[in-house]
Every structure is written in C-alpha cells, then in structure tokens.
C-alpha cells in the first residue's frame, strides 16, 4: 500500500507539498503545500462534503470498478488512497480536514435501511464524521429515512447515475419532502460525468426542484459536466448548492474542461459552493484538488469560502480546540 504525508506528497517532506503522478499517462499532479495555505487563509482546517466511507465490501465493489475502468475505456484510474480505515481517516485528518461525510449509496433495492445502519454506527465512533444517510424509491422509504433523520443524520446522499432512478419517483416524494422540512442538505450526484445515465442531467432535478423549491441540494462534482445548467438551477433556487469534487483537477480538466465564461459565475455564487474530493477513490493526491481551486484565482476571500466557511456553516462545524 501507499502511503501518504498532510500535503498529498507520496514522500514525507515535512508538510512541504511537492509532486504526485497522474492517472492516464503519468503526467505531473501539483499539489499545494496545506498547512501553508491554511496559514494564508487564516482558516482553522477543511470542511469536505464529498468523502466516502462504507462498509468494506461495498467498497471493495467500489474500487474493483474503477480498477476496471482503464482496460475498458483506456482511461486509467488508480485508488491513489487505497488503505484500510483507520489509515484513511489518519490521512484525512493529517490534510487539515475538521468534518467530512461518509458518502454511501445503493444500487439496488434493500441496501438502503442496511446503509444506514452502518453509517449511524460508523458516525457514533467517528466524531468528527457528519452523519450521512441515503435512500433509495422502494417499500418502506419513508419510514427509515425517518428513523436516520431521528437518530440524526445530518446529510444524505443520492446517486442517480448509480440507482438508476428518476429523482422525481413518486415512491420518495414524500422523502423529499421531509428533507425540505427539516433543512437536511442533500449531496446529489446528478450531472451526467462521467457516463451519462437515464435521468442524469439538470432536467429531472430542475423539475424536482419546482415541487419542492425548498430543498437544500448540493450537487456533486459541480453538476459535471452540465456546469452552466447547474450554476443556473443555483442561481434560480437559493437552497442550491455545488461541491467541488473533481472539478478543476488536471484529471476533469482533460475530460470535461469547466468552460472559462462561467467562471465569473463561480466568484458571485462564492457564498454556495462547498469543498469536496471524492476521497479516497481520486486518481491524484488530496493536495491537487485545493491546488486545482487555489489557481482559479479567484481571490483568498473566495476560497476561505469554499475550503472552510461554507461548509462549516451549513453543518456548524466548531474549530478544534
């Protein structure tokens, strides 16, 4: 297994930053020097929205995916942080990251209740992890989806790509609805990167946001890459929120490049953009992706935001003592 320093350098530099490889070719990945960058911020730490812990052999489903994913498109995809536990949230916590999510999904109907479970137990002995949940439009819903936002989950995660499912079911209006009573942001994988899928894309959430304009959504990976439809259902819904996950990265930037007239409309929107990484299923070092949003040069104020801010606002996040 690899290992890795505070700043995503694969060498123990002491917090130094420095190089890491690139999948597809093995480019150079820079990175940025964290404890530095927290320093110029003068923010406490990270707060990442868009990390990912789940039980052990759905994850290793997870990993053999992307292991699969270079024979098949030519497009290689290394787990750069593929370590057990206890080593990944060392490393997390090693990148200066205060609160991260424990994103899980299903894939199929009577995963949901089972993924919840785990992730209370998981939260319970992870303090510093927000209390993720999912659901999935199946018999029984709304009736743990009740019981996680009872034993108190503080984020949920949908991915429609992966179930397959159109965010407008009438099996889980009631879910959504509940969401939008109760605040609960939900991290929502709905743009159609990397593949396309049957109800990926800004129409079926810009029809869902219409019946419910309150819910407070963040769309992954910046809404890849329908960016500007994205920044748009933002700009129309004020409980519209976008993560940064892979976005800006060398690895993105080669496959859906984020277009260069939208990025005013990042800086206004700066109050509703959050952090995310995908950890620990990146092909680069964790560093890469604050250096990717650190050279869009769009000023210190805008990335305190984005890096901590934001995010520690919307789950009240408290610097550790």
Known sequence: MSTHDGTGSTAT???TGGTGRGAG????VGVTDIPALLARLRIPGLVDVHTHFMPQNVLDKVWAYFDAVGPLTGLEWPITYREEEDRRLALLRGFGVLAFTAMLYPHKPGMGAWLNSWAADFAARTPDCLHTATFFPEPGVDGYVHQALGAGARVFKVHLQVGGFDPNDERIDGVWGSLADSGTPVVVHCGSGPTPGNFTGPGPMGRLLARHPRLRV???????PEYGDFLSLAERYEGVHLDTTMAFTDFSERLAPFPEEER??????????????????????????????ERLGLGEDWLRKVLYENGAAMFHVKPAR
Do not use: C, W
């Not at 409309?265 to 949003?293: C, E, K, M, T, V």
């Open 13 to 15: 530099t002491g917090g």
């Open 25 to 28: 070719g093995g480019e150079a």
């Open 218 to 224: 963040i769309v992954a990976h910046m809404g890849m």
């Open 264 to 293: 005013k409309r990042l800086l206004d929107l700066g109050d509703r953009i959050l952090l995310g990484s995908d950890f620990p299923n990146i092909p680069y070092p964790y560093a890469h992706q604050l250096h990717a949003l």
